[in-house]
């Protein structure tokens, strides 16, 4: 089992920047992948960028296409999420999570990181 854990959530106006965090720990090895999800108020939860732990290739929603960049520290076994050009409709709980292969799905959670962005 892996266990994660956000950090870097908080509240900011429209334009600004914020970078969040996910720092792995236990069987981390058995990761395959890495990806954060959002989950706005009254809406489901949505990916919003994964990145594999090898060779960092990375996948991003349109939504967040050209604002956001997500990267892996694998010394650290952290995962960072840089989020720039926020918009108000960016404001959601921000979870991270992992999976073992590309078929699995992603089932290490963390416990998630609110970011609110004002008007």
């Known amino acids: 089992q892996v266990q994660l854990v956000e950090s870097g959530g908080g509240l900011v106006q429209a334009g600004d920047s914020l970078r969040l965090s996910c720092a792995a720990s236990?069987?981390?090895?058995?990761?395959?992948?890495m990806a954060w999800f959002r989950r706005a108020p009254g809406k489901g939860r949505d990916l919003v960028a994964a990145i594999t732990w090898s060779d960092g290739t990375a996948y991003y929603a349109d939504s967040v296409k050209g604002r956001f960049t997500i990267s892996r520290d694998y010394a650290k076994n952290t995962v960072y999420l840089q989020m720039n050009s926020l918009k108000p409709e960016d404001t959601a709980v921000y979870y991270c999570?992992?999976?073992?292969?590309?078929?699995?799905?992603?089932?290490?959670w963390g416990q998630g990181t609110q970011v609110t962005v004002s008007s």
């Open positions: 236990g069987r981390t090895f058995s990761s395959y992948a």
């Open positions: 999570a992992g999976r073992r292969n590309p078929m699995a799905p992603y089932d290490s």
